[in-house]
């Protein structure tokens, strides 16, 4: 059974580094062709790829962000990352973790991140 | 980066209806092409995926379909349960990119 579960601060202020941690299970991100992405959705918005990380430690990151995005796993303890530097409030949103393999048919709860002073 | 320009932003429809939502992908993706359900306060559901293929547990009054670059999800029989957003998702390159979404909801 395969299952995911993002974490987060909850609440950060504007400027800090956001840092986020997926764990997972029921897979391994060693296992050849597996990936896991990261989205965002601001409440009451769409759906915003953000970044994915493959077993081979390929990653890929949305060029929107511009250079703020850093993806990374630690495949031992079945968990990926994403860190987003220098938040502001348009950084608000419900983030999701999901396996790209097959592309995201698996996705954790979201945990909400609000970026306030 | 590829555009998914999604319509309509919103679906008024009602219970037994047959509708459908449609993606037009700005440039080639080939079959790269998902379909996600999301309702409200839930993480998205995938429905469709290889532009046409239904996912697991998935119900057989849903498909997908393509015509050139524009690609469609179709429920036949509309049920209260179907009720939700609908995103498309193309991954054939990135950085992958979302439709706008369509709101579903009953007449």
């Known amino acids: 059974q395969v299952t995911l579960k993002e974490s987060g601060p909850g609440i950060l202020q504007p400027s800090q580094t956001l840092s986020l941690t997926c764990t997972f299970s029921?897979?391994?991100?060693?296992?050849?062709?597996?990936?896991v992405g990261w989205i965002r959705q601001p409440s009451g918005k769409g759906l915003e790829w953000l970044a994915n990380?493959?077993?081979?430690?390929?990653?890929y990151y949305n060029p929107s962000l511009k250079n703020r995005l850093t993806i990374s796993k630690d495949t031992s303890n079945n968990q990926a990352f994403l860190k987003i530097t220098n938040v502001d409030t348009a950084d608000t949103a419900t983030y999701y973790c999901?396996?790209?393999?097959?592309?995201?048919?698996?996705w954790g709860q979201g945990t909400l991140v609000t970026v306030s002073s | 980066d590829i555009q998914m320009t999604q319509s309509p932003s919103s679906l008024p429809a009602s219970l037994g209806d047959r509708v459908t939502i449609t993606c037009r992908a700005s440039q080639d993706i080939g079959n790269y092409l998902r379909w996600f359900q999301q309702k409200p306060g839930k993480s998205p559901r995938l429905m469709i995926y290889?532009?046409?293929n239904l996912a697991n547990g998935v119900p057989s009054r849903f498909s997908g379909s393509r015509s050139g670059s524009d690609y469609s999800l179709t429920i036949n029989s509309l049920e209260s349960e179907d009720m939700a957003i609908y995103y498309c998702?193309?991954?054939?390159?990135?950085?992958?990119?979302f439709g706008a979404g369509t709101k579903l909801e009953l007449k």
């Open positions: 990380i493959w077993w081979d430690d390929d990653k």
């Open positions: 029921g897979f391994s991100l060693s296992t050849y062709g597996m990936g």
């Open positions: 290889g532009a046409t």
């Open positions: 999901a396996r790209s393999t097959p592309g995201f048919a698996y």
């Open positions: 998702l193309q991954h054939n390159e990135y950085p992958y990119t």
